[in-house]
């Protein structure tokens, strides 16, 4: 009879040995350690926090263009486009935790902003390494971190050196039999756009790049417009012109093939 069959131990999840929690799990102590204002500005904490916070986004973001990089390479289209779900889903939140910072205003940012000099977000190696990773390769921009460890430097080279995820995405043509020399790169395009039918997980992929490339744009434009309700038209702490450099860079792009292609079409 099943009623007289034994019955498994009742044991709720995770109880077993009871060592870890979620404080030593996520190395709370010492993640909250962190946070170490300069100054007695209430909103200095705030500040610090967001682009903390930023940076770990960073390091995520990071993690997972990687991979999406190796499996286009791969041919893997499926897999990639999963993943892409994951970085356009974190950079929206990368768009809108600007408006947690513009709930300070100038008066209060003036009250510590000379304790960051001559720090810059200009400075962010994981920002930088974003860039590098998407395909905005600068080496002029290894000057601008003369003050940086060795091994963030080496990271930075690493990332010139490293293909891009654009490289990657030629790859995935090229295994689907399309050619990615010169000038042939923009027909493949159009042959991926025209024959949906055959090709429409290539195009796909190409939306899922265009959609990283917009979004990253709309975080650079609202980012600028905090900075220019923050400070106006100041110079930057870290030696940049301060909004006037930062709306230059609101015109760049990662795929401008890609945003060419809609010309063809």
Known sequence: MDGDAPRPPHRRFGEEGGRQSYGGYLRLPALLAQQQPQSQAPDELLFITIHQVYELWF?????????????????ELWRARHLFRRVHAVERVLVEQVEVLETMTPQDFLEFRSMLEPASGFQSVQFRELEFLSGLKDER?????????????????RRLAEPTLWDAYLDALSLRGL?????????????????RGSHDDLWQLA????????????????????????I???????????????????RLHYFPLLWELRAWL
């Open 59 to 75: 390091k995520l973001l990071l993690h997972e263009l990687e991979a999406v990089r190796e499996v286009m390479s791969r041919g």
């Open 141 to 157: 921009y290894l000057g601008s971190f003369r003050h940086a460890e060795e091994a963030d430097l080496a990271r930075l080279r």
């Open 179 to 195: 050619p990615v020399s010169g000038d042939e790169i923009m027909n493949s395009l159009l042959t991926v756009a025209r024959d």
């Open 207 to 230: 939306e899922d790049l265009l959609t990283h490339d917009e979004t990253t744009a709309l975080w650079r434009m609202r980012h600028v417009q905090m900075v220019e309700r923050q």
């Open 232 to 250: 106006g038209t100041k110079s930057g702490t870290g030696g940049s012109t301060g909004a006037p450099y930062l709306r230059g860079r609101t």
